[in-house]
């Protein structure tokens, strides 16, 4: 099982800047690894992923040209760089982990093919 680890999370002023990173306890460069979020009464949603060899990046719609997700694979490691933020981004941020590196497109923005999950930091953008 691979353990991740969220941190960068905190409360930030409208427009501001985080930048998340997510650490496993494994290595992680032959997984697709993605960031999901998930705000008070709503439901999981995808932000953000990236495959193991770093060739496709993937974002929701609601945060492309804010958000920008990378990996250090050496490292074990994948971060999320975001800017411009704004209220409606306000959620608990999650890392997750996928094993079928082989998957593209569409199929990395659902949260069912992530078998391994992280705690979560939460993130507070405040207007």
């Known amino acids: 099982q691979v353990h991740l680890v969220e941190s960068g999370g905190g409360l930030v002023q409208v427009y501001g800047s985080l930048r998340l990173s997510c650490a496993a306890s494994?290595?992680?460069?032959?997984?697709?690894m993605g960031w999901f979020r998930q705000a008070p009464g709503k439901e999981r949603e995808f932000v953000s992923s990236?495959?193991?060899?770093?060739?496709?990046?993937y974002y929701a719609d609601s945060v492309k040209d804010r958000f920008t997700i990378s990996r250090d694979n050496a490292n074990s490691t994948v971060y999320l760089q975001m800017n411009s933020l704004k209220p409606e981004d306000t959620a608990i941020y999650y890392c997750?982990?996928?094993?079928?590196?082989?998957?593209?497109?569409?199929?990395?923005?659902?949260?069912?093919?992530?078998?391994?999950w992280g705690q979560g930091t939460q993130v507070t953008v405040s207007s």
């Open positions: 990236i495959t193991w060899n770093r060739v496709y990046k």
């Open positions: 997750a982990a996928d094993r079928v590196a082989w998957r593209i497109g569409r199929q990395t923005m659902t949260a069912a093919v992530y078998g391994d």
């Open positions: 494994v290595r992680t460069s032959n997984y697709n």
